[in-house]
T-cell receptor, first 112, second 110 residues
Framework: SQTIHQWPATLVQPVGSPLSLECTVE??????LYWYRQAAGRGLQLLFY??????ISSEVPQNLSASRPQDRQFILSSKKLLLSDSGFYLC???????????FGQGTRLTVV | SQQGEEDPQALSIQEGENATMNCSYK?????LQWYRQNSGRGLVHLIL?????REKHSGRLRVTLDTSKKSSSLLITASRAADTASYFC??????????FGIGTKLQVIP
């Protein structure tokens, strides 16, 4: 069966520090991968999606970047965090041709 | 921008009652999905309805889709305390772009 791992669960980082959130998927090949951010009391904002290794599409200009170094690994990064980067970050995957998405448990990032 | 908008934003009902949540969207879609999120957790997929379908059932869930009104509803029958969560609709516009609404926070009081 397929599983998705996202870590860490919580993170407190100072302004200006770097960020690296990792997401891995098991049990499937060539998944579509997504990073979403959820602000408090808000819906999910799609940040990045990837349909293959090295293929990253950015939905909104921002202080973040994403990379897909391996088929089932998706990384969200920042060189210098801003206060506004605080939020709940969710990784998700789906099968090519299907839009049902499977989510990780999320990372709550607090930038102080 | 958010494609879907859920209504109401918050709903509180007694256990055993039915809960109805609505979702409106703005552009053409391939399908519409409903997800559930327990507090501080990831989202769990509940049901998908395609643009050529009008109604779909899954257990105590009933979803309708009216493409002429660009709206959908999620009905949870005989609610339970364990149904307490936030519920999101998500619309698929193609090209791997699934857009979520802001959600309805449902509280089921035992």
């Amino acid at each position: 069966s397929q599983t998705i791992h996202q870590w860490p669960a919580t993170l407190v980082q100072p302004v200006g520090s770097p960020l690296s959130l990792e997401c891995t998927v098991e049990g499937t090949s060539n998944p579509n991968l997504y990073w979403y951010r959820q602000a408090a009391g808000r819906g999910l904002q799609l940040l990045f999606y990837s349909v293959g290794i090295g293929q990253i599409s950015s939905e909104v200009p921002q202080n973040l970047s994403a990379s897909r170094p391996q088929d089932r690994q998706f990384i969200l990064s920042s060189k210098k965090l801003l206060l506004s980067d605080s939020g709940f970050y969710l990784c998700a995957w789906s099968v090519e041709g299907h839009t049902e998405a499977f989510f990780g448990q999320g990372t709550r990032l607090t930038v102080v | 921008s958010q494609q879907g908008e859920e209504d109401p934003q918050a709903l509180s009902i007694q256990e055993g009652e039915n809960a109805t949540m609505n979702c409106s969207y703005k552009t053409s879609i391939n399908n519409l999905q409903w997800y559930r999120q327990n507090s501080g957790r990831g989202l769990v997929h509940l049901i998908l309805i395609r643009s050529n379908e009008r109604e779909k059932h899954s257990g105590r869930l009933r979803v309708t889709l009216d493409t002429s009104k660009k709206s959908s509803s999620l009905l949870i029958t005989a609610s339970r305390a364990a149904d307490t969560a936030s519920y999101f609709c998500a619309t698929d516009r193609g090209y791997q772009k699934v857009t979520f609404g802001i959600g309805t926070k449902l509280q089921v009081i035992p």
